[in-house]
């Protein structure tokens, strides 16, 4: 009696097992798509804007055309806007995750969030396609690139800097306050029983979010701010901005794409196992091409056999 009362019992233990399982797995994996999409803005700009602007930089100005100027600026665009559109969608993934985890998988099913990161990129698109109408994508020799001029127009540099900057930083500031909150009240013991948990991997994977939201706010805040106080009053404020703070802000933010990479090697145990196990394969690959060619050098330097033998023939029959 007891074995057929404990066999349902098996069988509902290893539902319940599966589905927590799936709930982890679906979790996790419609987090990561975020993280995959921000990676993607990253490396937009590192392909086609920054080795034109190197390539600039080493001919001490733009000698590749109008086309490549516009094609240049209209990418770092989409690479910047594209940045801060995904850390917002990250920052409200991560806030319904920790703090409504109870419909976190209603909200963001595979099929939502593979929505969710089509709808920042059409957003971000939408964004930049004025800049080709506004006339704003120009050659700037100050910092050798062809980006976002904020001078042309005072009213579009005041709205690009309130849409693609103050308000995506303000809706990420508002999620991770609330998150730090829960962080807190669950750190004191003071949250109650039947609320969930902050599990620790989820604490390390939101520091880590939070620490690539800040440095992006901190390298982007000061180009945004001398941007907005251009817009203002440009007769007065441009010819009073050093132009060291302008080069040195433009590259602070520039600087900005590389820096996620080392974050997440630093504060992510995953992607520190992987980047050992690249460069220990790299390190191996080079050793092993290494003792490849000292031995095809031995091997021709070594005298042939055959050689040897011939040489011998010779001088016995001599």
């Known amino acids: 009696m007891a074995q057929l009362l404990s066999q349902p019992m098996r069988k509902e233990s290893l539902r319940r097992a599966n589905a927590l399982v799936h709930i982890t797995v679906t979790k996790r994996s419609s987090g990561n798509i975020f993280v995959v999409s921000l990676a993607v803005a990253d490396l937009v700009v590192a392909i086609y804007p920054y080795p034109l602007v ?7 100005g733009w000698n590749l055309g109008y086309l490549h100027c516009q094609i240049s600026g209209f990418l770092m665009g ?3 806007i594209g940045s801060i559109f995904n850390i917002a969608g990250v920052a409200i993934n991560r806030y319904c995750y920790i703090c409504h985890s109870l419909k976190y998988d209603k909200l ?5 969030s ?3 990161v089509i709808l920042i990129w059409v957003l971000t698109f939408i964004a930049i396609v004025p800049n080709l109408f506004v006339g704003s994508l120009q050659y700037d020799a100050r910092i050798y690139s062809c980006t976002f001029s904020q001078s042309v127009s005072s009213t579009y540099t005041i709205a690009v800097v309130f849409f693609h900057f103050i308000l ?4 990420v500031t508002f999620c ?6 829960l962080v807190i009240q669950v750190r004191r013991r003071v949250k109650p029983d039947n609320k969930p948990k902050l599990k620790p991997h989820d604490f390390r994977n939101f520091l880590t979010m939070f620490v690539v939201f800040v440095l992006f706010a901190v390298c982007w805040a000061p180009l945004n701010f001398i941007g907005l106080a251009v817009a203002v009053n440009p007769d ?3 010819p009073r901005i050093p132009e060291w703070l302008f080069v040195g802000s433009y590259y602070m933010a520039y600087f900005n794409s590389c820096l996620n990479a080392i974050i997440y090697g630093l504060l992510n145990q995953n992607f520190r196992r992987e980047y050992k196990r690249i460069i220990i394969s790299i390190c191996t690959a080079k050793f092993f091409f290494q003792e490849s060619s000292n031995d095809a050098e031995k091997i021709k330097s070594k005298p042939s056999p055959m050689l040897t033998n011939n040489n011998q ?3 016995d029959s001599v």
């Open 114 to 116: 593979l929505f969710y």
């Open 236 to 238: 007065t404020i441009l």
């Open 176 to 181: 991770y306050l609330r998150i730090w909150i």
């Open 108 to 112: 963001y099913s595979d099929k939502n």
């Open 78 to 80: 989409i690479s910047v």
């Open 54 to 60: 190197l390539t600039s930089i080493f001919r001490k």
């Open 168 to 171: 995506p930083i303000t809706i």
């Open 313 to 315: 023939v010779k001088v």
